[in-house]
């Protein structure tokens, strides 16, 4: 199958690329590189050893993305182009409406005149607000999210439902994504945020390197086994092949599927620093600091139903994303612009 990935140059479309290439599918990139870098580009074509046809484009402009959409016969679109800083989202909110709604309604106006009917969109778990208990379940309903990026996904989701009801030919994946880390084994191609890291890998990989002097940990005194956050972390190259058994399915049938894409096992920001540690004979140096505003104390995914509809299971454990995050690290000191 043809597949057109909107920011499939960014952290988890790049994996993606990589895996949907080595399935035997052929794969369009559409990113505008505003967090990321065609070096990507160049690396996902060094690993598949395929040419990518990509495009240096933003994904709100409709003449631009129906013209990718006529020149590819494309047979689904996987949506990543979001923006995704949760305290920025706070700063900038109609930036974010814009650019993420935009996006999505602009994609499928493209799609519906180009016969295209497969959607696989990249939500997450940030939807099921603060009213849901763990673990999360794909019946919970929709709750309040805690900033404009959440709710920007939660939008989308919405209006993702509301185009598969109206259209019967419509099919729609809504991939709930728990924490993502690590990177593909080869240490080519990985995370490269930019700036100061919000999300805790990340930060604590540029620690661990020296490009920060210490990692703070939000709180301490949440009703947790050891006090600290629990999440859900997902090594992102097993996103990536949930990312293949989604596009096979929406290929195949109709209607909306909400699918939760975690292990199903949450680890503490303390469990995760000394995996890391542990995995990589390296020190992280941290510190105890103030809760962060919006964190939840835990959270993780039901993942019976992506075994069940699309057959896939994370295989990776977390010695493999600490270690594999390193490895792209200690590679990229500075990421794809060294
Ligand atoms: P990323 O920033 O690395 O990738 C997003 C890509 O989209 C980037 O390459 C960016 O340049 C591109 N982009 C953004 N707006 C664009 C536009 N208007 N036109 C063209 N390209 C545009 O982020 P990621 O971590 O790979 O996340 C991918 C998607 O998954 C996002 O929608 C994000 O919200 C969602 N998500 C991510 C996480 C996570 O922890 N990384 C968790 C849940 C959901
Ligand atoms: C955050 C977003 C979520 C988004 C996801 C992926 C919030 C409230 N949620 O999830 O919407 O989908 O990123 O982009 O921001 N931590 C530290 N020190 C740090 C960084 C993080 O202790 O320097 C802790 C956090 O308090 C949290 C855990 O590490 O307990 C994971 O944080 P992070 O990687 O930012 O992910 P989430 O907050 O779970």
Redesign the pocket.
């Known amino acids: 199958m043809k597949i057109l990935l909107?920011?499939?140059?960014?952290?988890?479309?790049?994996h993606t690329a990589v895996q949907l290439a080595n399935a035997g599918h052929e794969v369009v990139i559409?990113?505008?590189?505003?967090?990321?870098s065609p070096e990507?580009v160049n690396r996902i074509q060094e690993l598949t050893g395929k040419e990518i046809p990509s495009y240096d484009?933003?994904?709100?402009?409709k003449a631009k993305v129906d013209q990718i959409m006529k020149e590819h016969k494309i047979d689904c679109v996987i949506?990543?182009?979001?923006?995704?800083a949760v305290g920025e989202s706070v700063q900038k909110p109609i930036e974010y409406y814009r650019?993420?709604i935009?996006?999505t309604l602009t994609l499928l106006e493209c799609m519906k005149e180009n016969d295209v009917h497969a959607f696989v969109f990249?939500?997450?778990?940030?939807v099921y607000g603060e009213e849901n208990p763990a673990p999360y379940t794909e019946t919970m309903t929709r709750g309040r999210c805690s900033n404009p990026?959440g709710w920007t996904?939660s939008m989308m989701e919405q209006i993702l439902e509301d185009a598969s009801k109206a259209d019967p030919e419509l099919s729609v994946v809504l991939l709930?994504?728990?924490?993502?880390i690590g990177a593909h084994e080869s240490g080519r191609i990985g995370?490269?945020p930019q700036g100061i890291p919000n999300?805790l890998m990340p930060y604590i990989a540029q620690t661990a390197i020296g490009r920060r002097e210490k990692l703070t940990i939000f709180g301490n005194d949440y009703p947790t086994p050891d006090g600290t956050c629990r999440r859900d972390y997902i090594h992102v190259m097993d996103l990536a092949d949930g990312h293949v058994k989604a596009v096979e399915y929406a290929c195949e049938n109709k209607g909306t599927e909400i699918i939760n894409l975690g292990t199903g096992t949450p680890y503490s920001v303390l469990e995760i620093v000394h995996a890391f540690e542990k995995s990589n004979g390296i020190k992280v140096n941290f510190e105890f600091g103030p809760r962060r505003e919006g964190d939840l104390p835990e959270f993780w995914a039901e993942s019976e139903k992506a075994e069940k509809l699309l057959g896939w299971t994370a295989k990776r454990n977390l010695e493999d994303m600490c270690r594999d995050t390193w490895n792209w690290q200690t590679k990229n000191p500075k990421g794809y612009n060294a």
């Open positions: 909107a920011g499939g140059a960014g952290y988890i479309g790049s559409a990113d505008n590189y505003y967090n990321s990507a484009v933003d994904v709100k402009d949506h990543f182009a979001g923006l995704k650019n993420n935009d996006t990249s939500s997450s778990a940030t990026y996904k709930r994504y728990f924490n993502p995370e490269d999300n």
